[in-house]
């Protein structure tokens, strides 16, 4: 799930992403083009309800491609993503637009 904030005039938007508290993992970050696809990603917090949560502040008026990545080895898409694109890969990647 994504959620949207916007800060600075429109020109930042702070973007939570959410996993719901069925996904079951050790570990989870966000990977994206935001962060170069580093694996290392932006690490996500459990919180008490079992969701997984990360915010990142991203330049308005983009588009962001990203996943997720769980126990450094799965690779997930966000089912509430604004689209989804191929990669080359084979799949897809989820889109947030900012």
Known sequence: MLKKRYLSNNAICKVTFILPPETEARTAVVVGD???????????????????????????????????????????????????VAHPYGGENSVVVT
């Open 34 to 84: 935001f962060n170069n696809w580093d694996k290392e990603g932006i690490p996500m917090k459990r919180l008490k309800d079992g969701r997984w949560k990360a915010e990142v502040k991203l330049e308005a008026g983009r588009e962001y491609q990203y996943r997720y990545l769980l126990n450094g080895t799965e690779w997930i898409n966000d089912e509430q993503a604004d689209k989804y």
